[in-house]
């Protein structure tokens, strides 16, 4: 036991959780837990210049690397202005830690209200409960569903002096689904005739991709992805359908037609009730479980210990299939990604991206009409390298920054548009102070272009708060002292990401563009 503050302690107990960096916005009734840091050199403290950037950044980190970083907030406004990320980490399982003080309006034992967005919430009420909370805390992010957790440590706790004993950081079994129902499933698997694994978030926060993949190709299962799981199955692999796009007739139908789906990590329903399929599902959350179709074979855990028990048991039963199915890949997919038949500019630019980007980058995807389209167009090589905005305008270009930071090596890019991108540009501050070279490429429409599209062809063209008014985007980049370019074709857009990445530096690519037709 040493004598310490509350501050220390948390510094103390966050390096020894393994936290090695913390975003943060400091103030007052923090200034200890910042002097904490100061004092341990193995967290680096990264200042943003809104709270709403500590937890996208936070969520950006852990995405992509499956680390867990901290966002040290101020308790009241620090907090409030912070839940953005709270709740997009939330709607997206990533796993962030969220320090604050006591609340301002908090009473008595009452929490700021985050049940909502938080999987578990606690305050320390000394400095020796700091590790105990902390490693709590731990436990909550590392196991189950992850999800943000969110702490106060009141400034009197952290200003406080005692002894206090430092705990050590735990490693955790993930569950595994229960053996008489594993068998179940190998058996469905093996007798199927078409089956498909239809894969969610669940397989890149479980780290599951490689068993996955090892498993469709024994099976010769076709496999789609959702929105955040693209990439945990190459689009260039030949069992790869793309993302699960319904609305594509024949992936739907097809889908349809399959005898077997195993659905990993997903809360996506479909063939829920329907007797002509059996539908596995597997699943680290119960409540994503509940209310399913007979038709479900319910399987509660972890993707990653829980598809390796199924493949052992498929692998060593029955043997592996020919690629029976690969042609039939080919035909759908060669329908979906015809050039000939294809929106544009969008799948220029869509192309000219890919081809500027090597294979193992990360592309984040804002909530923009270039960023919607990316979903079905844009292809992914590898897991955790496409992140979703989660239904949240404006988050995009801090958890790439947040990204960055987790994978220094790998290229960052974000897709924009105007109106998302000016919630956090003044963060491109913080990428130069760092030096964390992320690169954004702004499709300027002078438009909120989404909902001025439904104004224009679902209300009779009644615009009214679509139309914006900018400040030019490339003066704009430079005033920070980065690096910015017009782009005003594919081509044009190719060469200046390209350019961009080269110059290992933040870089913002401006994009002017029109009206844009959706498919999707
Ligand atoms: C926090 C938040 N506020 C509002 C919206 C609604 N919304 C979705 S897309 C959009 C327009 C985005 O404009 P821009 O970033 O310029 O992209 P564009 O649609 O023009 O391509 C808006 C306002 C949202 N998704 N999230
Ligand atoms: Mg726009």
Known sequence: MTKMTGGQA??????????????????AGQYEAIDGIYEEPGIRYITTRHEQATTHMADGYARVSGNIAAALVIPGAGAFNASTGMATAHSVSSPILVVTGKHDQSTGDELFSVQQITKWAARASSPADVPVIIHEAFRHLKTGRPRPVYIEVPHEVLAAEEEVKLLDSEAHDQPVGDPEQLAQAAQLLSEAQRPAIWTGTGVQRAGAWKTLQALAEHLQAPVVTGRESKGVISDRHPLCLGMAELRFGPLREWLEHRDVILAVGTSSRFGE????????????????????????????????????????IVSTTAPARSAQSVEEVRTINATRFDPRIQLQPQWDFMQAIRSALPDDSVFVQGMNQMGYYSRNYFPVYEPRSYLISAGNLGVAFPVALGAKIAKPEKPVVVVSGDGGFLYNSGE??????????????VFNDNAY??????????????????????????????????????????????LALGEALAADAPGVIEVPVGKMDREY
């Open 428 to 441: 491109l501050a913080t990428a130069v102070q760092y030096g964390i070279n992320v690169v954004v490429i």
């Open 10 to 27: 948390l510094a103390k107990s966050l390096y020894r959780e393994g936290v090695r960096v913390v975003f943060g916005l400091p103030g």
């Open 273 to 312: 009730g329907n007797a002509k399929q059996r539908i596995i599902r597997i699943n680290i959350d119960e409540k994503e479980l509940e209310h399913s179709g007979d038709n479900c074979l319910n399987i509660l855990g972890d993707a990653c210990p829980t598809l390796e028990a199924i493949y052992r």
């Open 449 to 494: 272009g989404n909902v001025l599209r439904a104004q224009v062809e679902q209300f009779d063209g009644h615009i009214l708060g679509t139309q914006l008014y900018n400040p030019d985007f490339v003066k704009l980049a430079e005033a920070y002292g980065v690096r910015g370019f017009r782009a005003c074709d594919a081509g044009q857009l190719e």
